[in-house]
């Protein structure tokens, strides 16, 4: 394991106020900081704040209960079957319970969600809801408005600090408590290393999907932050969790572009090169099976050599106008989806596990709250249900600026920007090789299947990769690679996003959650690698 050099712990001066840091600037991060103003808040962002974030590539929109015929009841109903008989209850009552007046949160920073004749918010239906209940804008633009608006209200905010280009690598504890933070700039690549300091340390980092080779996930989402939680000793929750998009667009490009869900809502149909259409054999609901069934019939076609496609032909009209970002991605890739099949590949999409936390966004640690996809809260179980994500992410961050609001003394005075930095020089390694050979035995072991020998295999890559690593910004992604490689092998059956085809069947004395810490997954890796 690699060590930081950074200066000596100075005590944390006394500034008079209480402050907040966030790390990462997507949804969850960025609403956190608005909904904590005008209380001292620095979001440390890897990238620009609207870049380098799931959020902004959001594609369909926010599940909320606020069309006619919808109720909360309904809404809880569909997440619960969903996640496959492991969601917490409590928490997705309350999550969608909440989610009509954060929706009003977002009106009012600005986001122009679609509204009907009649001035009403338009809704529509995706996979798997029993009800129109996406609220979406202009199609398939939600993520790009909605982080248009909060990026614009955060830049307008003076008590928001944003340090873009800053990658955290190591969380700052004493006595237990987190503290504070160590970050590099440059994107990560900078000489120095930066020390901050805070009251509070809210962990936004967004999900896990660069872990795998193919994933339609922007490259800062590779699971730093949750390796670096758990490091610090925070509890993880539901690692063996990952959910394959199925129809990621299969061009060679990294990251994948994503042809949505709502083409095969569509009518759009899947085929192979030999012109099959292989979804019929394999559900009754064909295309529109639920989304880990559909990824599994894709990746036996893709591993078969055959390939898989999606045909648009027929079921889109006029795909420039209905479906404005695939097009694009379609364009640029040159396949005219009015004329041609459009090639597809599962891809690793998002993460159900993640920073174990309560109702309000509490982890283990204190000081430490963590809100997003780096999360695992128990509103998604062993699968998510489409665009609650989305949810997720404004509702715990909410939930903490208000617990936190209750927490703090004093508000940012006009000139706290300038102060608590402190950096030494420390130069950072290229992990890129070792980010190749993680993400190729991630896919070829973690993947759409799984089985004993595949991830025992995985295991070990790991271990080695571990031994071998002398980047901070590399131990946290690897432990989050070890996490979950422990965790899907510790569940012995199937249940939603992991399949395992040497535990093909869910077990009842499976139906809970995975809780553990790294002390407790290092423990059990002799054991999990034993083959007998
Ligand atoms: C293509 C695509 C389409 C999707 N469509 C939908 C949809 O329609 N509806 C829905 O509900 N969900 C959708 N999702 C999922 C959803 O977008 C994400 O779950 C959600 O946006 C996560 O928000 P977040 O703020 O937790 O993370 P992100 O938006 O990913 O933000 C994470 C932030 O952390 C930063 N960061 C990462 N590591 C570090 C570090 N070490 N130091 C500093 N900063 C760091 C990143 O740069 C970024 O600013 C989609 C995801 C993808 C990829």
Redo the contacts with the bound molecule.
């Keep these: 394991m690699a060590t930081t050099a950074v200066a000596a712990y100075q005590p944390k001066p006394s500034k008079g106020f209480d402050d907040v840091i966030i ?8 609403f956190c900081a608005l909904k904590l103003a005008p209380r001292a808040v620095t979001v ?4 620009p ?1 609207g ?13 909320a209960a606020v069309g006619p015929g919808d109720t909360v009841d309904k809404h809880v109903t569909d997440t619960i079957i969903a996640g496959d008989g492991i969601v917490d209850g409590d928490i997705i009552r309350m999550m969608a319970t909440e989610a009509s007046a954060r929706i009003h949160d977002l009106l009012e920073f600005g986001v122009p969600f679609d509204r009907d004749l009649a001035g009403k918010l338009s809704v529509s239906r995706e996979a798997a809801h029993s009800e129109s209940r ?1 609220v979406r804008v202009k199609g398939d633009m ?2 790009r408005a909605i982080m248009e608006a909060l990026v614009a209200a955060v830049r307008k905010t003076p008590s928001i600090r944003v340090l873009e280009g ?4 190591e969380l700052i504890t004493e006595d237990g408590r987190v503290t504070g933070v160590v ?1 590099r700039d440059q994107a ?1 690549s900078g000489e120095d290393l930066h020390r901050l300091t805070a009251s509070h340390v809210v962990m ?4 896990v ?1 660069h872990l795998f080779e193919v994933t ?3 490259t ?3 699971g ?2 949750i390796g ?1 939680a758990a490091r610090a000793g925070a509890r993880l929750a539901d690692m063996e969790f990952v959910q394959f ?1 199925p129809t990621a667009i299969n061009v060679g490009k990294d ?1 994948a ?2 042809a949505t869900e709502a083409l095969r809502g569509h009518g759009a149909t899947l085929h192979n090169s030999a012109g099959e259409r292989f979804m019929l054999g394999l559900h009754k609901d064909a295309e529109l099976a639920p989304r880990d069934v559909v990824a599994r019939g894709i990746f036996a076609e893709v591993k078969a050599g055959r390939g898989a496609f999606l045909d648009c032909r027929t079921a889109v009209h006029d795909f420039a106008d209905e479906f404005p970002t695939v097009f694009g991605y379609c364009r640029d890739a040159g396949i005219d989806p009015a004329r041609e099949m459009i090639p597809v590949v599962p891809a690793a ?2 993460f159900m596990g993640g920073i174990w936390t309560d109702a309000d966004g509490r982890s283990s640690l204190p000081g430490f709250w963590a ?4 999360t695992s809260t128990g509103a998604h179980g062993a699968n998510r249900l ?8 404004v509702v715990f961050s909410a939930r903490i600026a208000i617990r936190l609001g209750t927490e703090m003394t004093g508000v940012a005075p006009a000139n706290w920007q300038d102060g608590s930095v402190s950096s030494a020089s420390h130069l950072a390694e290229n992990d890129h090789p070792n980010m190749v050979a993680l993400r190729k035995t991630m896919s070829a072991n973690l993947g759409v299947l799984r089985d004993g020998d595949g991830m025992r295999e995985a295991l070990r890559t790991i271990l080695e990769l571990a031994r071998n690593s002398h980047s901070t ?1 590399f131990d ?1 992604v690897i432990t989050t690679a070890k996490l979950i490689a422990v965790s899907a092998l510790n569940r012995l059956e199937s249940r939603g996003g992991h399949f395992r085809t040497d535990f093909p069947e869910e077990s009842p004395d499976w139906k809970r959650r995975t809780l553990l810490t790294l002390e407790q997954a290092n423990a059990i890796v002799p054991d999990l690698l034993e083959t007998d």
């Design positions: 790390i990462g600037g997507g949804l969850a991060g960025l440390l962002a890897a990238a704040i870049r380098g974030a799931s959020s902004a590539w959001a594609q369909a929109g926010i599940a996406i939600a993520g800053y990658v955290a690598e970050a990560g936004a980092t967004g999900g999907g339609t996930n922007p800062e989402a590779r730093g932050g670096m998009h990251p572009p994503l999409h998002y809100c997003g996809e780096c489409a665009s609650n994500s989305l949810l997720e992410a910004r946290n």
